[in-house]
């Protein structure tokens, strides 16, 4: 996808030339664009002093560098122009309308706890890191703002970079590249989570952060509270592409889950859930799934060397625990499996 400019004027092109250098946008310019050249064109900017020429398109702005007058309009109405943009004084208007149109390009997975400690976070989290060996760049967000335990289970709490609250003191638009450079990197997983601050930003700041790295990533993982869950309608999981509930496998989880439940798959029609095993509990992984009417998409055995690894600072990347490691690898061969799943339809 590309900005398409039909002009000979060499103070308009220069103009845009040096707006697309600083958005790192694709610009062809044209006198006669092709058919494809059209066709590709997220928006068509169309110098109104080119004469004897017919372009369709959904998008086309008229770019002058002379006073707007009665003819300008006029050549506006004849082309079905969305916008008139000046040089210079449009320039801010053509920062934004030069910048491409965010597309999802990754796969987005939401992980929740269907009940309290169901360790929903220590899975995301280690899932993350178990994926790097499958995707080629992987973003953990914490959508916890009111928790900082995401940076202990990762290990990285001295680390240097933006979290949450860093987002309240930005002013105007920043780049899903500006935001992934600005993140802390562990293990080549990109992390956005929060501090000890008490600082929350809004869900519509939220989302459109979600979406820049959503735009710009293959795999990311949305560490979901229970609140989220427990709300009827949460924007986040409906954004995902799957949301897996993770449910201890007890009874009083399984009993816990089922608002959980109930409201993942009113957000979201990919719903699956990932059992955590408890040593002496009586039900099976197949059995929670059963009870809850779900996919089972994995379960995961509790093994505390898990928790003793992270109490001594070395990071859940760093924990290569039997049973868990490996179940956590079949997790993340079933998001490979959704993907292409995805990429196929």
């Known amino acids: 996808m590309h900005a398409l400019l039909v002009s000979t004027n060499d103070r308009?092109?220069?103009?845009?030339?040096?707006?697309?250098?600083?958005?790192?946008?694709?610009?062809?310019?044209?006198i006669f664009p092709t058919r494809d050249q059209i066709k590709n064109a997220y928006r068509v900017f169309i110098d109104p002093d080119v004469t004897d020429i017919q372009i369709e398109h959904p998008t086309i702005a008229l770019v002058t560098g002379r006073p707007v007058g009665t003819d300008t309009w006029?050549?506006?109405?004849?082309?079905?122009?969305?916008?008139?943009?000046?040089?210079?004084?449009?320039?801010?208007?053509?920062?934004?309308?030069l910048t491409a149109p965010i597309t999802q390009k990754a796969?987005?997975?939401?992980?929740?706890?269907?009940?309290?400690?169901?360790?929903?976070?220590?899975?995301?989290?280690?899932?993350?890191?178990?994926?790097?060996?499958?995707?080629?760049?992987?973003?953990?967000?914490?959508?916890?703002?009111?928790?900082?335990?995401?940076d202990i289970i990762l290990g990285i709490e001295g680390q240097q970079g933006m979290r949450w609250p860093d987002f309240r003191s930005l002013s105007g638009a920043i780049s899903a590249t500006d935001i992934l450079r600005g993140?802390?990197?562990?293990?080549?997983?990109?992390?956005?989570?929060?501090?000890?601050?008490?600082?929350?930003?809004?869900?519509?700041?939220?989302?459109?952060?979600?979406?820049?790295?959503?735009?710009?990533?293959?795999?990311?993982?949305?560490?979901?509270?229970?609140d989220a869950g427990l709300s009827k309608d949460s924007?986040?999981?409906?954004?995902a592409d799957m949301i897996w509930v993770v449910v201890p496998a007890t009874v009083r989880g399984s009993a816990s889950a089922d608002l959980v439940v109930a409201?993942?798959?009113?957000?979201?029609?990919?719903?699956?859930?990932?059992?955590?095993?408890?040593?002496?509990?009586?039900?099976?992984?197949?059995?929670?799934?059963?009870?809850?009417?779900?996919?089972?998409?994995?379960?995961?055995?509790?093994?505390?060397?898990?928790?003793?690894?992270?109490?001594?600072g070395f990071g859940i990347s760093s924990v290569h625990v039997g049973g868990f490691t490996r179940s956590m690898n079949l997790l993340a061969n079933r998001l490979s499996s959704a993907n292409d799943s995805q990429l196929v339809a």
């Not at 006029?74 to 309308?97: C, G």
């Not at 924007?235 to 954004?239: D, F, N, R, S, T």
């Not at 955590?276 to 089972?296: D, Y």
Request: with cysteine; net charge negative.
């Open 12 to 30: 308009i092109i220069a103009e845009f030339e040096k707006i697309v250098a600083v958005t790192q946008s694709k610009l062809e310019v044209s």
């Open 74 to 97: 006029k050549q506006a109405m004849s082309f079905n122009a969305t916008y008139v943009a000046t040089i210079p004084e449009s320039r801010d208007w053509l920062l934004d309308n």
């Open 107 to 150: 796969l987005c997975v939401a992980i929740v706890p269907g009940a309290g400690g169901a360790g929903a976070s220590t899975i995301a989290s280690a899932l993350a890191f178990q994926a790097t060996s499958i995707f080629e760049s992987v973003c953990l967000i914490d959508c916890d703002q009111t928790n900082a335990g995401l």
């Open 183 to 226: 993140l802390p990197v562990r293990d080549n997983v990109s992390i956005l989570s929060t501090n000890s601050e008490d600082s929350v930003i809004g869900i519509q700041e939220v989302l459109e952060i979600v979406r820049q790295i959503l735009s710009t990533t293959d795999l990311v993982i949305l560490d979901l509270s229970r």
């Open 235 to 239: 924007e986040l999981m409906a954004l």
């Open 263 to 312: 409201n993942a798959t009113d957000n979201n029609e990919n719903v699956e859930l990932v059992v955590r095993s408890i040593p002496g509990a009586t039900l099976t992984p197949l059995e929670v799934a059963q009870i809850l009417n779900l996919p089972l998409a994995g379960y995961v055995s509790t093994d505390t060397r898990v928790v003793e690894q992270i109490e001594q």
